[in-house]
């Protein structure tokens, strides 16, 4: 089989590496892979006849890409009968527009969390198939026996803002009134998928059945959605590091940093942005790192998978990782961010006892390296393609 790959503009370079995993195995799955990394300007008909003479002349089967980079204009893949699949590597409701352009029999979604297939079937549109395709975990080129970080985090740090301030520009009043609301439930307990509080909320105002179903109600939900899930997970990483770094816990923090706050702790250290290949190599040289984000049903997120494939100790706020195949202080280590200090707890009691570390990030590292690598997602999104392509014929 043919496949094209295509790259897109992603923060870190993250999801670039995981088409560069995903190449691998189904090259070595004996398919012929193309990387496309250039974005296609649908509006140059020069760039759309060299994509249609590149794909016929190959004789392309299948296209993927995440967060359906390129599929625009995506007629062009139905008329020469390729299937495309993109997999979303966050909540849909940050694609929304993006997958009003899916419009095709021949085009499959995957998504991350069971959760998040509930959202598409009532949210999204009926004519886009849906599968859950969880992430997957990548190991560091650079092997070392040296844990020389005791504690680290990866990902974007801001300074905290008050939430009405926050949200005082992106917002119409009545959505300003369910976003505050939103967030006031779910500030109380971060033990429940946000998408849940929502949907409650939304019942609550008793909206008309015709407005509901209408395109300018979907996107106003998902514009309140984005809104509030930015904010809670900025102020839950927020406030856990700042806790651990009152407690004297030494932070090496990899990613963009926009908080003064942070800089007035001597036990903060800000290593700056860098791409995700080189955060590979530093997972591989930490004791533990410190994941936090949104509670959800049953997912997955990259950064956890590849920490425990680099022998990394994961501490992170509670979640149902991959059909709970992960559990608590035996694979991966939860702490709950309603609790006061049990962040702080958690970190120090696992730096003060390595054998208990290294016993969770074994476990953690048989059940990844098993079920939870890029070769393994490889196979599924290539077993749902074929059945997908049955159903179609």
Known sequence: MNILLYKGNFNYNVVNHFIDDLAKYFSKKNHTVYICDLPIDINNDNDLLDLINFLSYVNIDFVFSFNGINAIPIQIYENLNIIFGTVLVDNPFYHLLRLDSLK????????????????????????????????????????????????????????????????????DKLSKEIAIDLYNHAIKNLQKPLYEYLEDIINNFNFDDKLIKTKEFKEAVASIYKV????????????????????????????????????????????????????????????IIIHITSYFKNGSHERVLSAMLNNTLVIANENNYSFNMYKNNESIVFYNPNKENDLTDKVKYYLDNELQRNKITKNAYEITSSFNTWENKANEILEFYSSFKNNIL
Do not use: P, W
Request: charged share 25%; aromatic share 12%; glycine share 8%.
């Open 104 to 171: 095709s029999k021949n085009t499959f979604v995957g998504l991350s969390d069971e959760g998040y297939l509930d959202i598409a079937k009532k949210y999204m549109y009926e004519y886009i198939t849906t599968t859950q395709i969880t992430h997957g975990g990548s190991i560091a080129e650079l092997k070392s026996s040296e844990k020389k970080y005791d504690v680290i985090v990866a990902g974007d740090l801001n300074e905290l803002i008050d939430f009405e301030t926050y949200i005082n520009s992106s917002l």
């Open 228 to 287: 509030v899930d930015l904010f809670i997970r900025k102020e839950m990483r927020y406030k856990g590091i700042l806790e651990l770094l009152k407690n004297g816990v030494e932070i090496n923090h990899f990613g963009n940093c926009n908080c003064n706050t942070f800089s007035e702790y001597s036990n903060f250290k800000n290593n700056g942005s860098i791409q995700y290949t080189q955060l590979l190599n530093i997972m591989n040289q930490s004791k």
